[in-house]
Structure formats: structure tokens, C-alpha cells
């Protein structure tokens, strides 16, 4: 527990500290990689190039310090980091890592401001949330472990399916080498892959595509621009290649309740929503599922969404297209704003919205859900990567 001239300290200078944050973590990261290179293939290039994970980090150094003496504000936050953790395998010594070079990024950026009292007062602040996010891995490694079917750390699989869904995604399914049994998983987490590329291992998440049947899991892959792993799936990994996953990980899974739900998904963002919605047909809720693609030739799944639609009452599905091709049969044309919502939304109590897609996607989504009275508590988002601001 931090003392109250250490939370004092934090706060006189947490001011300070936002002021320079992405300066600091633009610090921390270069150092890190060029002392530590070992960590390097748990953190996705792409994103720092683009400045998305040292711009989340500085957000999280910022929430944190803003809210010292209340922590218990920053719940979701730090259930959303455990179980990022755990799709990474992240272990105590790392903790180690990022922590020498933090305090060595802060001191380089604020100079003589960090003072030993303040040194000491940000050393003891992240051990605090070191340790608190260290007990609660473990404890969810633990807990996967012990599940039928679970396991910890690596495990061997082999790519038993390769399917087009798309011009630009395609589905992988994957059994364990071992032959044994896989655990269960919450319909719209994820699998945590580590791979070879190039010689170089890199670690990716991908969302679970298909409901969970205890034999072998599915994730379905968007052929990205520049993506080096994307690139690698689509292009070279064959049926029989191997690789290692890590137990299925998340926390955009169902929330408890029996009204209707709404799936607003764009691109890839469909791969975490099909196990969704068929965990809430089976539960007997009404589902509106509604995709937006840019025409029929990169929308994937859909003969799979007919098949529900065809067996479910409770379940609509409608298509946005925003530059339809000719035989195209979407349901509604154009960009998904809040008039074409506005005809979507059921008069039933109790309605949940959850929104994946790329960043653009989800924040015109959910202005346009908030502002046709949903409140933020029932609408639910899904990043793919560094937690970031959707504003």
C-alpha cells in the first residue's frame, strides 16, 4: 500500500507527468527494445510505428495517477489488461523490465524533477499495480489450467482447415497436436498465437470465429495492408503448418440479461460477433445482426448468417454496403449513421449494442447509439489492439 505522503507526491506531480506522457512512454519503449530485446516480439511493431501503444500506455500511466486513491474506479481497465496479459503469457520478470525502464523514462524526460521522494513515490505507485495485476494472472493461469481441456504457457497446434471467407479474410481452424481435449471459451474472446515470421517470433491475438466445441478452435483473418502477420497467414502457413497458441483469453463476452440484442459490426469485426450471437439465440434472445462492408466481395460469413437467420425467428440480419457491386443484394446502402440505425432499433426493454470494427467505425456507431438515447452502460466495444480513445 502506497503512503499518504507517496499518494501526495503522485498527485502533486501526476500534472507534471500527463503533461509529457507520450513523451515519456516515446522514451520508455526505444529503451526498453535496445536493453531488453527479448520482450520485443510481445509488442506489435505496427503499433508502435503508428504511435497507438505508447499513446494507450500514457493514457493508462494518466488514468492511474489521476485516480491513486481510488482504484476501484479503474476495474474494467485493469480486467482488460489481465486478460491481455494472459493471451501474451506475460510473466513476473517482465514486470521487472518495464518497470526499470519506466522509472529511467520519467527521470530522462523530467530531470531534475524527479527528486528521490518522487522517484520513490512513482517506484512504489507501479509496484503497487505490478503486484496487483501479477496476483491476478497468475491467478487466471491457474484457473485456465485446471479447466478440461485447459492448459498454461504454449501449447502445439496444427492448421487443420485454411478457408477463403473473402477476397481479404480467410479462416484457420486449429487442433491441438496432442490430440487432446481444448477448453471451453466465452463467445467473443480471443486466441493468443505465437509464431515464426521471418526468423523472428511475434505474437498476434485473434478472435475466436466459431462457438466453442471442445475439439479445436477457429479465428478468421483480414488480410491488413503492410501486415507482416496477416501476410504470413493468408500467404504462407498451409494445411499441417504448426504454431503455438496460449489459452483463449477476453473480456467482450455476454453480459448477463435477457433483452434483444444488437450486433453492429464492421469488416473483421464479424469474428468475435458470430459466437456471440449464437450464444444469445441459444439463451432465446432477439438478435439484430447488422454488418457493414464495403461490397459483397469482402463481406465474409454471410451464407453462415442466412443459415441462422433461417433458423431462428429471433434473429434479423441486415447488410450495409457502402459502394455496392452489381449483384450485390445488401439490405440498406451507404454509410451506418443514425438515421438508418434509428430504423434497426427494437421496441423492446433492455436492449445491449456491441460494436466492433475498425476505430472510425465503432466512434460514428456509438455517437450515433448514445445520441438515440442508448446509454453508454449498454453499449459494449471490442478493440483490435492498444486500448485506445475512441473520441
Known amino acids: 500500500m502506497l503512503t499518504p505522503n507517496q499518494i501526495a507526491v503522485i498527485k502533486a506531480t501526476a500534472p507534471a507527468v500527463a503533461a509529457n506522457a507520450n513523451r515519456i512512454t516515446g522514451t520508455f519503449y526505444p529503451l526498453m527494445f535496445e536493453r531488453f530485446p527479448e520482450v520485443r516480439s510481445v509488442f506489435n511493431q505496427s503499433h508502435q510505428r503508428s504511435s497507438a501503444q505508447p499513446e494507450a500506455l500514457a493514457n493508462a500511466i494518466i488514468a492511474y ?66 503486484r496487483l495485476l501479477i496476483a491476478a494472472e497468475e491467478q487466471e493461469y491457474a484457473r485456465k489450467a485446471a479447466l478440461s481441456g485447459g492448459w498454461r504457457g504454449a501449447r502445439r497446434f496444427k492448421i487443420v482447415e485454411k478457408t477463403p471467407e473473402s477476397t481479404v479474410i480467410t479462416s484457420f481452424r486449429l487442433a491441438p497436436v496432442d490430440g487432446g481435449p481444448v477448453m471451453d471459451f466465452l463467445p467473443g474472446q480471443y486466441l493468443g498465437l505465437r509464431l515464426a515470421v521471418g526468423g523472428e517470433t511475434v505474437h498476434r491475438n485473434y478472435s475466436l470465429s466459431a462457438s466453442p466445441n471442445g475439439r479445436d478452435y477457429r479465428i478468421s483473418v483480414k488480410r491488413e495492408p503492410h501486415g507482416l502477420v496477416s501476410a504470413f497467414l493468408h500467404d504462407s502457413v498451409q494445411v499441417g503448418d504448426m504454431l503455438d497458441a496460449y489459452p483463449p483469453a477476453g473480456e467482450f463476452v455476454l453480459r448477463d440479461g435477457t433483452g434483444p440484442l444488437l450486433l453492429v459490426t464492421g469488416g473483421v469485426g464479424q469474428t468475435p460477433a458470430l459466437p456471440l450471437a449464437e450464444q444469445a439465440l441459444a439463451a432465446g434472445r432477439t438478435v439484430i445482426y447488422v454488418h457493414a462492408a464495403l461490397n459483397g466481395s469482402v463481406h465474409a460469413f454471410r451464407g453462415q448468417v442466412d443459415r441462422l437467420a433461417a433458423l431462428h425467428q429471433s434473429f434479423k440480419p441486415v447488410y450495409c454496403y457502402a459502394d455496392p457491386q452489381p449483384g450485390d443484394r445488401p439490405h440498406m446502402t451507404g454509410l451506418l449513421d443514425r438515421d438508418r440505425l434509428a430504423a434497426l432499433l427494437p421496441d423492446e426493454d433492455g436492449l445491449h449494442a456491441y460494436v466492433v470494427g475498425p476505430k472510425p467505425f465503432m466512434a460514428a456507431v456509438i455517437q450515433a447509439l448514445t445520441a438515440l438515447g442508448l446509454p453508454p452502460s449498454s453499449i459494449v466495444h471490442e478493440f483490435f489492439g492498444p486500448r485506445e480513445a475512441l473520441a
Open 65 to 130: 495517477a489521476s485516480n491513486i486513491d481510488r482504484l476501484e474506479v479503474l476495474g474494467p481497465a485493469v480486467e482488460g489488461i489481465v486478460q491481455k496479459h494472459v493471451s501474451l503469457n506475460i510473466t513476473p520478470d517482465q514486470y521487472e523490465i518495464v518497470g526499470t525502464c519506466l522509472m529511467e523514462a520519467i527521470g530522462k524526460v523530467l530531470g531534475e524533477a524527479v527528486t528521490a521522494e518522487v522517484a520513490d513515490a512513482w517506484g512504489a505507485a507501479y509496484w503497487q499495480l505490478a
